[in-house]
């Protein structure tokens, strides 16, 4: 006998694409609002009733069999195609609804998303925005996120980018009293001589390296220092305290500089750079809710 689709089946198939995708049952569990037990029993019972293993579990990671696979590449835009029914019948009611989900670098969440925050929410007050603030970077896909907010140098060719804002450029800074003790370096190179706050990306191994441009291109600068950060508002917290040199952006040094807490350093070797994109994957029809929210960006004058 053909297997069917009925009643709480459909749940065990959406509780199948949670954890395919998210390549475990802890994450896919609260997607879903329930316990990765009870997930677990979800999967178990359906793959009982298909009587074909879907996924294989070890006590690290989860991922499919090719039985999955196939399973998962049929029922992704089938279980999509329901969604957008469903959110198209709550639109035809004149109400948007659901949950969008963000993953968005610190300074871009602070400068970007929260100013208007308040706003969106009283005009969608059914639509949740799940807020995942990380400087690392994710797979959106893989991660369950709908958008991601990130700098253009690690945007994934393959996704939709649209820019949020205008140029940013980053800056060696400091505070009067460390300039008064330590001097300036003359040339980026000099860098090299002064007491630097290095900052790393979310999940990488290595600091970043400081950039700077001149006539023939841009150019790196591996520092040296006391600190190492993988937090940017920490980054800044140990500048103001005069710990050493910190590479900011105008947005986070800004309201520093403006009062003279912080002073900037070898300007003319600071180029503009394109700053935060907002990314998603391509898809046949976009969410109602993840429509309401790009567009509240753009009505915020974030989206250029």
């Known amino acids: 006998m053909t297997p069917t689709v009925q009643g709480a089946e459909y749940a065990q198939l959406v509780a199948f694409v949670a954890v395919a995708e ?9 997607k879903l609002g329930v316990t990765p037990s009870a997930l ?65 670098a610190q300074v871009a969440a602070e400068r970007r998303i ?17 807020l995942t603030v990380d400087d690392a970077v994710v797979d959106p896909v893989a991660g369950g996120f709908d ?39 003359e040339t980026p190179e000099a860098l090299i001589g002064f ?12 600091p970043y390296d400081w950039e700077f441009h001149r006539a023939d291109g841009w150019f790196a600068v591996s520092v040296e220092g006391p600190l190492i950060l993988d937090d940017r508002r920490l980054m800044l917290d140990a500048c103001l305290a005069g ?4 590479f900011l952006t105008d947005e986070e040094a800004g309201p520093y500089l ?25 898809q046949r029809r976009m969410p109602p809710a993840m429509r309401a929210f790009i567009d509240a960006l753009r009505a915020a004058g974030t989206i250029i």
């Open 258 to 282: 403006a009062d003279g807490r912080l002073v900037t350093m070898l300007e003319p070797w600071c180029a503009p750079y394109p700053g935060f994109f907002l990314c998603y994957p391509r």
């Open 114 to 130: 929260l100013p208007m925050l308040a706003a969106f929410h009283a005009a969608h007050p059914d639509v949740v925005i799940d």
């Open 22 to 30: 998210q390549a475990g049952f802890s994450r896919a569990a609260e």
């Open 40 to 104: 677990s029993q979800t999967i178990r019972a359906l793959e009982d009733r298909l009587g074909v293993q879907l996924l294989n579990r070890t006590t690290r990671s989860v991922a499919t069999t090719p039985a999955g696979a196939a399973l998962l590449e049929r029922l992704r835009p089938a279980i999509a195609e329901i969604g957008d029914a469903v959110s198209g019948a709550a639109r035809a009611g004149g109400r948007i609804a659901g949950t969008v989900r963000v993953h968005a």
């Open 243 to 246: 710990i050493g040199i910190a």
């Open 147 to 185: 958008l991601a907010i990130r700098p253009g140098e690690v945007v994934e060719k393959d996704m939709i980018a649209v820019r949020l804002g205008g140029d940013h450029r980053q800056m060696p800074v400091a505070t009067p009293d460390f300039v008064a003790r330590h001097g300036r370096p």
């Open 195 to 206: 007491d630097c706050i290095r900052w790393r990306w979310s999940g990488r191994s290595l």
